[in-house]
């Protein structure tokens, strides 16, 4: 039961079912709040992955849905004989999202502390819808652009030119190094310091590993749970 488990939380097309009603929720609260209106805020993954995907601006909404629709079909159909008696577990993806709260819980501990569970100064936010919003582009979309594709990409390149332990651990160490730097970029950029920088490496390095071993549902989940559990204690 346990190798059941574990097969089926990695699998890929289980990763899509956990994280599509997040991205539905994510498009929604956008359209909730930012419908019509000058200013629009998504998360920075998302706005690249809409950069680089698509260039038609009335028609881009449309295409960027059908695309990472049409992207799962396809990885389907690839492998149609694998998912022939394939069966949704709802038991499973619980198990799977207190798998990544308890990752989440380790990630949150690795970079602060035990102390930060005691810290008697807690953040409190007004807009929850707001924050919630944020968590969901962060968790979801920085996931899927960098360990997903970016992670994947490297991985890839590398594997063919050289072995395949080197392959994972340049990919890991770069893909962090990228994930790190991106958080300084952009119109809502953090100010850098070498301390947030390094924490932000290792949190990289992380979520790599997570997606690596339990696959990228979880690794989402993780980086999703995280954040909302920073929005209750002491920010970085």
């Known amino acids: ?102 990752a989440a819980l380790i990630l949150l501990i690795l970079l602060n502390g035990i102390n930060i569970f005691y810290n008697e100064y807690h953040i409190i936010y007004d807009n929850f819808i707001m924050n919630f919003y944020f968590c969901l582009g962060a968790g979801v979309w920085e996931e899927i652009f960098f360990r997903f594709f970016v992670f994947n990409l490297l991985f890839y390149i590398i594997l063919y030119f050289t072995k395949h332990k080197p392959a994972y651990f340049i990919s890991i160490l770069v893909s962090s190094l990228l994930f790190s730097l991106f958080h300084y970029i952009g119109n809502l950029a953090y100010d850098f310091t070498i301390y947030s920088f390094v924490i932000r490496f290792v949190a990289g390095i992380f979520l790599c590993l997570i997606y690596i071993y339990r696959g990228l549902g979880i690794t989402c989940l993780t980086h999703y749970f995280y954040d909302v559990f920073l929005l209750s204690l002491t920010v970085i």
Request: proline content about 1%; aromatic content about 20%; hydrophobic content about 55%.
């Open 1 to 102: 039961m346990i190798k059941k488990y574990f097969s089926y939380s990695k699998d890929l097309f289980t990763s899509f079912t956990l994280i599509l009603p997040l991205l539905i929720v994510y498009e929604i609260i956008f359209t909730l709040i930012f419908s019509n209106k000058n200013l629009q805020i998504r998360n920075s993954a998302d706005l690249l992955f809409r950069e680089i995907i698509f260039f038609l601006k009335d028609q881009s909404q449309f295409l960027y849905i059908l695309f990472l629709v049409l992207l799962v079909i396809v990885y389907v159909l690839l492998n149609k004989k694998k998912y022939t008696n394939y069966s949704f577990n709802i038991n499973y993806n619980v198990f799977m999202i207190i798998e990544a709260i308890i």
